[in-house]
């Protein structure tokens, strides 16, 4: 029987955050409300766990949605954030810090080989898109349905993430207008691409290469390479929305991983450590075409400020060849525990896996689109994150995304996720 954990002081934050702010949180899904109760408000993080304002603890499975690679409070990060603040937090100016960290991405991307910094995924998906239009003069961009780029306009249009868990079709201030060019076909299905790059001249074709916001769903084998051919038949630009798998999945992303050459490319989360930060880039060619060098506008008041750009520094430090084998050993471990204590307790689950991205879908079949995604039964998954939770453990509040596992997860935390999943299992 889960011990239900009364979490006075959280309940009393929630209540008077619910005065001053929607939900009473700063995005959507952290209200809980698709796995219901209501969420814990976190005073600290060590390492690969948090504690909350009741003083109790957890093994933290969302890691702030992706940018916490090197786990909570890593002393390398904080010392570089600290010195770096007592120098200031933003100039408004050029500074070394900007030029470092886009070097540093660029040598690990090379198809990357200029970016601008904005602030957000949402930004950096938002610019390549207008980028991507620009340099090609045409309106129409292609995105896959269950993939989220950030709440743009444009892009909104049936997107993953939040969207699916609140079960929001698009959004309400969307106009006909704004999403008129975007056109979405379901993920994996590569003759519905071919489709509409023969109907109507595309600017792009927009993709998470390996999706994370319909839950952890990996591209079919050939899906990549045939979105980089009808790109390159068709004049259209294949734009890698990399905010997920930058520098995740391996030390140069998707690209590196499946070998397919992207034309532009949008970062965020790790590359920040932590600290609001995004990119877009690619070639120098298409790159010139962004103010003041050319005619595609876009700007931002922190972008490139050096306390993000300090903390993406030192988290990119820590990212060796010794990192990466780390993540996908313990990503691997939790996956196995994961599936054998699904056997153990009966239940008919799936796990996806890619790299340290990882999601339990309540449902028995393979999860290739968002469709099928959404066959998993969200009723069973509520009530799991719910046991998860009163045992100690916090995955993210939707069953449409992903785990993040760190480097700071040792084999004894994910022996104690497996145990509770056992049990939660047994008991939802
Ligand atoms: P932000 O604007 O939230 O920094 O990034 C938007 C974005 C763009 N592209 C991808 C592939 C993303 O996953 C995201 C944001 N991810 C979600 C979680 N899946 C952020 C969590 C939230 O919305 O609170």
């Given at each position: 029987m889960t011990t239900t954990y009364e979490r006075a002081r959280s309940a009393e934050l929630l209540e008077r955050a619910e005065r001053v702010m929607p939900g009473g949180v700063s995005s959507p899904v952290r209200a809980y409300r698709a796995v219901g109760g209501h969420p814990p408000f976190i005073e600290a993080g060590e390492g690969c766990r948090v504690r909350d304002v009741d003083g109790r603890s957890y093994v933290d499975l969302v890691c702030s949605w992706g940018p916490l690679i090197a786990g909570h409070a890593h002393p390398e990060v904080v010392r570089a954030i600290a010195e770096q603040a007592g120098r200031g937090t933003s100039y408004g100016a050029p500074t070394p810090l900007e030029a470092e960290l886009a070097a540093t991405i660029s040598e690990a991307v090379p198809s990357v080989e200029m970016l601008r910094f904005v602030s957000s995924g949402t930004e950096a998906a938002m610019s390549a898109v207008r980028l991507a239009r620009g340099a090609t003069g045409r309106a129409k961009v292609l995105k896959f349905a269950g993939c989220y780029h950030g709440h743009s306009d444009a892009l909104l249009a049936k997107a993953g993430s939040g969207l699916a868990t609140l079960g929001l079709p698009g959004s309400a201030g969307v106009t006909p207008g704004a999403a008129a060019d975007t056109i979405t076909v379901a993920y994996n299905d590569l003759e519905a691409v071919r489709v509409a790059a023969g109907a109507a001249p595309l600017a792009a074709i927009l993709v998470e290469p390996y999706a994370g916001n319909m839950g952890c769903v990996p591209p079919d084998p050939g899906f990549l390479e045939g979105l980089r051919e009808i790109c390159d038949r068709t004049g259209a630009l294949l734009v890698f929305d990399e905010v997920i798998t930058g520098f995740r999945v391996?030390?140069?992303?998707?690209?590196?991983?499946?070998?397919?050459?992207?034309?532009?490319?949008?970062?965020?989360?790790?590359?920040?450590?932590?600290?609001?930060?995004?990119?877009?880039?690619?070639?120098?060619?298409?790159?010139?075409?962004?103010?003041?060098?050319?005619?595609?506008?876009?700007?931002?008041?922190?972008?490139?400020?050096?306390?993000?750009?300090?903390?993406?520094?030192?988290?990119?430090?820590?990212?060796?060849?010794?990192?990466?084998?780390?993540?996908?050993?313990?990503?691997?471990?939790?996956?196995?525990?994961?599936?054998?204590?699904?056997?153990?307790?009966?239940?008919?689950?799936?796990?996806?896996?890619?790299?340290?991205?990882?999601?339990?879908?309540?449902?028995?079949?393979?999860?290739?689109?968002?469709?099928?995604?959404?066959?998993?039964?969200?009723?069973?998954?509520?009530?799991?994150?719910?046991?998860?939770?009163?045992?100690?453990?916090?995955?993210?509040?939707?069953?449409?995304?992903?785990?993040?596992?760190?480097?700071?997860?040792?084999?004894?935390?994910?022996?104690?996720?497996?145990?509770?999943?056992?049990?939660?299992?047994?008991?939802?």
């Open positions: 391996a030390r140069g992303g998707a690209q590196e991983r499946s070998g397919i050459r992207a034309d532009l490319t949008c970062f965020g989360k790790v590359i920040g450590g932590g600290l609001p930060v995004g990119a877009y880039g690619g070639s120098r060619t298409l790159m010139s075409l962004v103010a003041p060098l050319g005619p595609v506008y876009q700007a931002g008041t922190l972008s490139g400020n050096p306390l993000a750009m300090t903390a993406g520094l030192a988290t990119l430090r820590l990212l060796d060849v010794a990192a990466y084998a780390r993540l996908e050993a313990i990503g691997a471990l939790l996956e196995a525990g994961l599936v054998r204590a699904a056997r153990a307790a009966g239940a008919a689950v799936r796990v996806q896996r890619i790299a340290s991205l990882l999601t339990l879908f309540f449902t028995d079949r393979p999860v290739r689109n968002e469709d099928d995604a959404m066959t998993s039964d969200r009723e069973r998954f509520a009530a799991f994150h719910r046991a998860m939770l009163a045992r100690g453990v916090m995955l993210p509040p939707s069953q449409f995304e992903c785990w993040f596992v760190s480097l700071a997860h040792d084999e004894a935390a994910i022996e104690e996720i497996v145990a509770a999943a056992r049990a939660s299992l047994e008991e939802s």
